[in-house]
């Protein structure tokens, strides 16, 4: 382990691990970054693709900055291991996979209008979501003038109530798109609701509707190459549900949709994040612990200080209820999170040392805390807690294997 003078994002990368994706500590990482394993993403690719047909192909969704694990390394690490496509919700978003030499297709997932917003589109070669047909409208007559042709994807709305035509309108709506001069339609898709919930019958309800619009669709002469479905909870829970391509996001990151959906592949955890010990001390019996005195100690305790706090993305909520891993023991977090430190009842470790590693999120020895832990005690879904980590936590590549 280096001493913490010695640690700089390069220094991690080369103690444990490979690459720096992205340091916003100014190149030093001393206080706390997040470690992102790429042989975990590339065996979780693997294990979504095994569950597929040979012909249903994979998308990583990797919005959002690939829920926070750095787009460019996962969208890289993802196609390498078997995904054919990557989904992003914003342009700025596709344009960074672009600008990074990416060349898989990408489906803008969220919604886009204006005549600039095309012309990004169709500068970057990215493929739009179309919903309305006024949206279809703007989308042909920009591309007219820019004597330029563009795949699309025509989304219908089968029960989400977010994007979407709705599903009983889908054969006007889909022959519209069609019809319409430079728009290629790449494929017809919806969206599920509740696929990760136990009750399969709103998930059976959207599928059916989906099915009954397949089928006017079809019916009316119009086959697009590709149908599209399910996402990670859908791929996990049904094949029927697997069409040409599925969207999967958090399966990819290694985190399972639902407790019900676990055991049918095996999925690693992507993420971790980790922090350092920055001073050690002991405060009386009696003594207040952090903003509000939230903690009181209630015995001579051995407190430590880490460098990462709400700024980073721990949530507030979490103080005094969340565990951290040191040397593979669970220890508890005391007093209010702040803004950039947090506190530790450390007690029971012995002579600890500032700028020993403190796993926030991850495994230690035999022991891991999950985002799903962190979820549940603040009441949220993993999808969130993923996405909550700021840039300023460098990002740092690792490899388990
Ligand atoms: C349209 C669409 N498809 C697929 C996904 C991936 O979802 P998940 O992370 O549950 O796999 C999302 C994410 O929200 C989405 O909006």
Redesign the pocket.
Known sequence: MLSLEQTTAESIAAESCQTVLWDGDGGLCQRAWVEIDLAALTHNVKQLKNLLSPHTQL?A?V?ADA?GHGAVAVSQTALSAGASWL?V?TIPEGIELREAGIEAPILL?GATHTAQQVKAIAQWHLQP?ICTAKQALIFSQVLVSLNQSLPVHA?LDTGMS??GAPWQEATEFVQLVKGLPNLKLASV?S?LAT??SLDTAVMKEQHDRFKWAIAQIKTSGINPSSWHL??????LADPDLHYDLV???????GLY?APHLQNIVDLKPVMQVKARVTQVKTIEAGTGVSYGYQFIAQRQTKIAVVGVGYADGIPRNLSNKMQVLIRGKFVAQVGAVTMDQLMLDVTDIPDLEVGEVVTLLGKDGENQITADDWAATLGTIS?EVLCGFKHRLPRVAVSSQ
Do not use: E, F, I, Q
Not at 230 to 235: E, F, G, Q, T, V
């Open positions: 998308m969704v919005k829920y989904g919700a997932l979501t989304k977010r994007l898709y969206h696929a990760d399910a996402n990670s909870a859908a791929a969207r999967v996001g958090l399966a990819t990151y949709p999808w």
